[in-house]
């Protein structure tokens, strides 16, 4: 029996995030030959993504919240205006409105996606109301036909927090690219990383893309001019250089995310008590950045896996609107959108990365079969 440090690892963790000699090498090429901050694989990075994406432009950033921050800030939100998302998401989607000095609104989602429910933008819409912020929560698409039309309705801009959805596909277009901005998160536990905090903002307009580049920059119009007030959120050199290898690989882990999914939903669909993510269809090709499934025993679920070597996640435990900082600041109370609350406490996070073998997956389905026998 091993003794020391691993005894108390899972034998099968959550997420396991790819790093191999080729991100290493590009890494120390990148260290060794590029200057440390808006090296050459910054701006490569940033074309090929574009390119993944099947847009025009592409900004990297130092993490997913500051593309979300500027992005808002690039389109022109600011203070005294609504921008309108869902409470069921990371904390993030909706702190970035708070740093714009603009207001969240929030509307409930769908309990069959878990994505933003079109019908509650219609209703929540004033005159204030300025931005959408869908969420592809977990890596399923929202449904950005119903959003965009509300949106081109009623002239808001529409900025896609892709930050859990690499790669997934609505009706043949990249997620990213079907609204006005696409906000990407390369944190560790993504479908692909820069093996630490990066983001990615995409949009077609250059002049958004072109606020947005000076806005990551110090707000810099020359090397000590400075036109706009800026932050320091910049992607470092050698985050872009391990980026660009990821990239490459993103479709096939994608590939392999789908299978396993496939393969989780076929060994526990039998079972009455457990409810599965969406499968999506021929229009909707979901990532599956988390494999969620829901149960009313969640938490007893939880504690019987992990004391079998199971790395769980809740994604997440409170809706935002009920984190102590928003009741705090909002007064919000519990009741105050119900799917969202349903969501947190009855998700349950189990084992998804792409090189879970079918072997993992068939000893975590038994284990979630024995708890329900
Ligand atoms: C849905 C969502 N939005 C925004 C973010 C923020 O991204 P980052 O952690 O890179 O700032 C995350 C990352 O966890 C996320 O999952």
Redesign the pocket.
């Known amino acids: 029996m091993k003794v020391g440090k691993d005894i108390h690892k899972p034998k099968i963790p959550l997420a396991k995030p790819a790093f191999n000699k080729e991100m290493e090498r590009a890494a120390v090429n990148a260290l060794r030959n590029e200057r440390f901050v808006l090296g050459e694989s910054v701006y490569k990075f940033e074309e090929e993504f574009a390119k993944y994406c099947g847009v025009d432009h592409a900004v990297s950033t130092s993490?997913?919240?500051?593309?979300?921050q500027i992005g808002l800030t690039a389109l022109g939100v600011a203070r005294g205006q609504h921008v309108i998302t869902t409470p069921a998401?990371?904390i993030?989607?909706s702190n970035?409105i708070l740093h714009v000095n603009a207001t969240p609104i929030f509307v409930d989602i769908g309990l069959v996606t878990y994505t933003i429910d079109p019908e509650q933008i219609k209703q929540a819409i004033r005159r204030k109301t300025q931005a959408v912020i869908p969420?592809?929560?977990y890596g399923y698409p929202a449904d950005m036909d119903s959003i965009n039309e509300i949106a081109n309705k009623h002239e808001l801009y529409v900025i896609e927090?892709a930050?859990?959805a690499h790669g997934a596909f609505y009706k043949g277009r990249k997620v990213g690219s079907l609204g006005d901005v696409g906000?990407f998160?390369?944190?560790p536990?993504?479908n692909m990383t820069v093996a630490g905090?990066?983001?990615m903002l995409v949009t077609n307009d250059e002049k958004v893309a072109e606020k947005a580049a000076k806005l990551r920059d110090c707000g810099r119009k020359s090397k000590y001019v400075h036109d706009l007030i800026g932050y320091t959120a910049r992607l470092n050199t050698v985050n872009a250089a391990i980026g660009r290898v990821q990239l490459k690989h993103l479709d096939e882990w994608n590939m392999k995310r789908r299978r396993n999914a496939q393969i989780y939903s076929r060994l526990l669909s039998d079972i009455d008590m457990l409810i599965l993510p969406p499968r999506g269809d021929s229009e909707t090709l979901p990532v599956y950045?988390l494999y969620v499934i829901r149960s009313r025993h969640r938490d007893r679920l939880k504690a019987w896996l992990e004391s079998n070597g199971i790395q769980c996640g809740i994604h997440y435990e409170l809706p935002i609107h009920l984190q102590p900082i928003y009741k705090k600041m909002y007064g919000f109370e519990e009741g105050a959108y119900p799917k969202s609350e349903e969501l947190c406490k009855t998700c349950l996070s189990i084992p998804m990365y792409p090189d879970l073998t079918s072997g993992q997956i068939n000893f975590v389905s038994e284990k979630i079969h024995e708890f329900f026998a």
């Not at 993490?63 to 979300?68: I, P």
């Open positions: 993490s997913g919240t500051h593309a979300l998401s990371f993030a989607s970035v969420v592809h929560l927090d930050c859990q906000c998160s390369f944190y536990s993504k905090d990066g983001g950045h």
